[in-house]
């Protein structure tokens, strides 16, 4: 039988990654602030909780997908929290929280007999609707070998490490490499288009060389060059990653000099477009300040 599972944060990432669970035939109940993001999962049969502790209290496993550190710890750990619940034995983060905040939560956890797994994923809104994201898993080996064919369900899990956290490491790596390709690609693109080179040609050759990256192979020609600007990430999100990757370094002494200047970059891209603009949006900064705009013929 099924194990019966929980899904705290069902909106842009976790709706699509609830929708694989029922898909794989899991009974599920869901939790979100938004009424809204939980209607088309409960059309699909899954239980509406009014709050953490409710999904902690039906679920065996429960999943979060959320937005700050700050909203981890205190559906976790907080008063209404899965730490409240009486059934759920297992916590599965798929945020992107930090090393600190995630060890932290693991250990209070542990001491009420929950396990957590860290586990933040990487591939957008389109790798969580196909299943094909990266998850990025770390925690204790008897619940992770547990919970490995449901991670399996939303893409292809990399056993990282034996501690929650050190999957945050991992993840918060990564999306600074990403925010890196993408403001220098910005900056690059631009200065083509002030010198007179045509933006999609750009790309295409780009993309036969050196330079090219995940902004020039996926940004650029699905959500820059058309201008929908509707990649599916907040620019407030990035900055929020970008910081938490400085913050970690930081903490083990490790220097960052290109790092940060892109927490500068994207500090600015927030204040300047607002924290839920989208993140390709970032592009229009630098095009206000220059005078060019960058699109396809």
Not at 23 to 52: C, E, F, N, Q, W
Not at 202 to 229: C, H, W, Y
């Amino acid at each position: 039988m099924a194990e019966t599972l929980g899904f705290v944060g069902v909106g842009n990432m976790g709706g699509p990654m609830a929708n694989r669970l029922i898909d794989a035939g899991h009974p599920l109940t869901v939790y979100d602030i938004r009424d809204a993001a939980m209607a088309p999962l409960a059309a699909r049969g899954a239980a509406k909780a009014l709050s953490s502790h409710a999904v902690a209290d039906a679920a065996d496993i429960v999943f979060f997908s959320l937005p700050t550190p700050d909203d981890v710890r205190n559906e976790a750990i907080g008063e209404k929290g899965v730490i409240k619940g009486t059934r759920a034995k297992i916590l599965v983060d798929l945020s992107t929280t930090g090393r600190r905040t995630t060890m932290a939560v693991a250990e209070t956890l542990e001491n009420v007999g929950i396990d957590m797994i860290d586990a933040p994923v990487s591939g957008g809104v389109n790798g969580a609707v196909k299943g094909t994201l990266a998850v990025m898993a770390a925690g204790d080996a008897e619940p992770l070998e547990r919970v490995a064919p449901l991670l399996g369900i939303f893409g292809r899990l990399f056993r990282v490490g034996g501690k929650p956290g050190m999957a945050q490491v991992m993840k918060l790596a990564n999306n600074l490499m990403s925010a890196t390709s993408l403001a220098i690609a910005t900056e690059a693109l631009v200065m083509g288009v002030k010198a007179g080179l045509d933006p999609k040609l750009m790309i295409d050759v780009i993309n036969s060389s050196t330079g090219r990256n995940t902004a020039t192979e996926t940004k650029f020609p699905q959500s820059i060059l058309p201008r929908t600007f509707a990649y599916g990430f907040a620019t407030g999100l990035m900055h929020k990653d970008v910081r938490l990757c400085l913050e970690e370094a930081e903490a083990l002494g490790i220097p960052m000099d290109v790092g940060n200047a892109v927490r500068e970059i994207w500090r600015n891209a927030e204040r300047e477009l607002g924290a839920q603009s989208d993140y390709t949006e970032i592009v229009r900064c630098l095009e206000k300040r220059t005078g060019v705009e960058i699109k396809s013929a």
